[in-house]
């Protein structure tokens, strides 16, 4: 079954707009086992937009088309659908009626311009739209079944589970198959690296297919299995999967699709305990990180940001000594750090930053990519030092705030590190 | 001139990662003058890959492909531009020079498989990489000339500007015309009550044409002005600016594309000022933005994450009676929160947040996004309540963090609030 997307309206051929629906698209329609074969994108155009819908009705057997079903001039699509078939815009009852409802229960008054989008192709069937005011439909032009959808993403979501993908898979009938997917999150390895642990799956699981990809600063490796018969899919996953979660070990935090925040939120909630953060280099994106996981206010009790040296002395009680000694950056103060911060908040964990995210401060000795990461457990301090080389400011306030927390989440999980 | 983009890649074919690389180079070309056609995507298939080049050469007159340059055998872009034109790959004795050069650079050992990098089309000019290993290429394919470039966005970003803009410009020859554009960054108002502060501009302002863009959550008045002369051009966008600036007033933070964090670190600098902040709701995210921009270290001294109550009275001095009182979301605890805050760091200014961020957390009071912000000068400290219904966390999160950022802004500025 070969399967297309098209994106339409000037917003997206401009580029004034990241088209985000052909991905949402494209990802629902390859979890139900429908690949993908090419997207594509066009202005509100009424001629180029008549031309590519009389290309793919060439060439795919389904395509999902969206934008153009508003009320304004640029809204295009009935139009184009209906000149690439050659045939006129019918009114639509049903879909008037729908319409009119719409603004009936809302209580708005009802432009007589939103009538337009009543008007469909002559031979589409109706998609009915329960969460906007334009209705979508279904036409074939050429081989190719079409599905016209709203732009407006909610709009473009709710109907593409509510028709299109119940459609599509009646329309496969015997060829449906069953499509399995399985995501393991991983940090701390490269993108090669983690690979490398799962190497030679796809020839010891026959059948499984991986996939790697970088979600920085995280590497997530994909396992797919597919069969006719789901129980196949099912048991061939499951092995490939058991296998694959002993190799990647200590790099592999989650397979549920979680956050690296999220699992330690996770994590701390299941053991009761309570963290305080004492950031330098991460500028507070650490806190908001983990401050983005809804409910953190539970476990989550304060953090502080100190560049200067004198704010860590007075609010984090870090020594003037070992400011003059070891420098800001240094494992030392970064225990100091935490240390500090564990006890103004009387948290269970602590965690700390310091280090060099760049542009200017590095020195030869401690270049840019530098960071100094403190961990406060009941048992103690401890510090770590590490260096990243991405030269990017936002890359290291990202990398340093990620490595920190993955070394609270193999605390709080008792992962041993691997060498 | 005919252009075209196109997004290889399985992870774009499969919806993976949102393609907002076709975006970013759609907008850049357009401001260059010349309006792309048509989007196209495809995943790592050599047929598929080559097939739609051949299909571009014959339709356009410039293109751009972004993706499948790297070392690993699902990188084809290559390979399939050979195969377009019938022609083998040859090593490119310079590219591969940069390649090492960029190892050695970096002191990392260069694995073998990078080299594939270094083998481009017969007949094709390399395009120089100085961020990455990856070069890219120019190369005719029937009418059209080709530029490929690298996924990665910061590379593909560099190598557009680097080559690809000015190579287009000159082949524009005749054709080229002055353009200008100019983007007033705005804060404060929806997009559609920003336009309405410019509206008729078109008509006042011959030649003149405006454009609005929602970059959440800023929104961007944009002009743009193009004439065969020079200077035609350059003295209709300065009239047209110097009406919109008036126009806009209030709501415009930058002209120079800084960001709002740029524009408040650059106002405390020229004050020689300092900053402190305390944070609740925010969790991080206003201090991570403060300290986004490069050399923030110098004005800003520190900050306070504070959920708990009992964090907010031990840290930042807050009243237990205020609380009983007022709650934790409050004008009154914004204000004794950011004079806390700016006592502990005697800075010039503080800024505070205390809200309530969502999903839960919300009363018929006070609901989810409501947010209270307080601002300490010299003069004295005061208090603000918003309240945002966009009801997801990271929205919220994100306009609370700006709206703080934007009430520092208009003090340092000495704007006056318009009603």
């Known amino acids: 079954m070969h399967a297309e997307i098209l994106a339409t309206g000037d917003e997206i051929r401009t580029g004034a707009l990241v088209d985000s629906n ?15 074969a090419r997207l594509n994108g066009v202005g509100d155009d009424l001629e180029r937009l008549t031309g590519i819908l009389k290309e793919i009705g060439g060439r795919a057997d389904v395509a999902v088309v969206t934008g153009g079903l508003g009320p304004t001039v640029d809204d295009l699509s009935a139009l184009a659908a209906a000149a690439a078939n050659g045939v006129g815009l019918v009114m639509e009852p049903e879909a008037l009626a729908a319409i009119e409802e719409f603004y009936r229960q809302r209580n708005r008054p009802m432009n007589p311009s939103v009538r337009k989008q009543a008007f469909l192709p002559a031979g589409a069937d109706m998609l009915a739209n329960p969460v906007g005011t334009a209705p979508g439909f279904r036409l074939r032009i050429g081989r ?50 983690t690979g490398e642990r799962v190497g030679g799956i796809e020839e010891r699981f026959p059948g499984v297919k991986l996939g790697l990809r970088a979600k920085f600063p995280e590497v997530q490796v994909k396992l797919y299995a597919s069969d006719p018969v789901a129980a196949e899919a099912v048991g061939r996953l499951d ?45 507070g994106l650490l806190s908001s990180l983990l401050t983005d996981v809804p409910g953190s206010s539970d476990y989550f009790l304060l953090s502080t940001v100190t560049y200067a040296n004198d704010a860590k002395m007075r609010l984090l009680g870090v020594n003037a000594e070992t400011l003059g000694r ?9 225990q100091e750090m935490v240390g500090g911060v564990r006890r103004l908040a009387g948290s269970t964990y602590g965690l700390s930053t310091t280090g ?50 993955d070394i609270l989440r193999r605390e709080l999980a008792g992962v041993v590190h691997s060498p």
Not at 326 to 334: D, L, Y
Request: with cysteine; aromatic share 8%.
């Open 144 to 193: 190719c079944a079409f599905f016209f959808l709203p732009g407006v993403p909610f709009e473009m979501k709710r109907m593409l589970a509510d028709h299109v993908l119940p459609q599509i898979d009646r329309m496969r009938g015997e060829r449906r198959e069953t499509r399995l997917i399985k995501t393991f999150a991983c940090f701390g390895l490269t993108e090669s690296l």
């Open 356 to 405: 060099i995210a760049g542009p200017a401060g590095g020195t030869s000795e401690k270049p840019v990519g530098t960071v100094c990461i403190g961990l406060a457990t009941p048992a103690g301090t401890f510090g770590y030092r590490f260096h990243y080389t991405y030269g990017r400011r936002s890359m290291n306030k990202q990398m340093f705030a990620m490595k920190a927390m």
């Open 239 to 283: 092995a490939a999967s058991v296998w694959a979660r002993e190799r990647l070990g200590d790099v592999l935090f989650s397979e549920a699709g979680e956050s690296m925040e999220a699992v330690v939120g996770r994590l701390l909630r299941e053991k009761k305990a309570s963290l305080a953060v004492a950031e330098s280099c991460t500028g």
């Open 326 to 334: 070891s420098g800001a950056v240094h494992e030392e103060t970064a």
């Open 22 to 36: 052909s991905a949402w698209i494209a990802q629902a329609l390859e979890e139900a086992g429908v690949a993908v």
